[in-house]
């Protein structure tokens, strides 16, 4: 079982940034995939980013270019640095983890962005 805790969330003004943060703790194996969702109000659940244990890194194209994700796997933590935020970027933001190997998913509670215009 894995048990994640997002952070860092807030109200921010556009064009400002925010850097989330997630913990992991539990039965961590080394092979997983670390990787950010938000669903806006009202909206679809849509995948932010992911990074691999080799730290191969993909993005939605919507994030591309403003977004950074990063992993420290000696503390296993998981990092969304969120740069020129869009109004649009507004979301809760979920923290998930997959073993690579079994399958299983896990999910943290989320933290609240908000961007104003």
């Known amino acids: 079982q894995v048990h994640l805790v997002e952070s860092g969330g807030g109200l921010v003004q556009a064009g400002g940034s925010l850097r989330l943060s997630c913990a992991a703790s539990?039965?961590?194996?080394?092979?997983?995939?670390m990787a950010w969702y938000r669903q806006a109000p009202g909206g679809q659940f849509e995948f932010v980013a992911h990074?691999?244990?080799?730290?191969?890194?993909t993005y939605a194209d919507s994030v591309k270019g403003r977004f950074t994700i990063s992993r420290d796997a000696a503390k296993n933590m998981v990092y969304l640095q969120m740069d020129s935020l869009k109004p649009e970027d507004t979301a809760l933001y979920y923290c998930?983890?997959?073993?690579?190997?079994?399958?299983?998913?896990?999910w943290g509670q989320g933290t609240q962005v908000t961007v104003s215009s």
């Open positions: 990074i691999l244990n080799n730290m191969r890194t």
């Open positions: 539990g039965s961590i194996f080394s092979d997983t995939v």
């Open positions: 998930n983890c997959r073993a690579v190997f079994t399958g299983d998913n896990y």
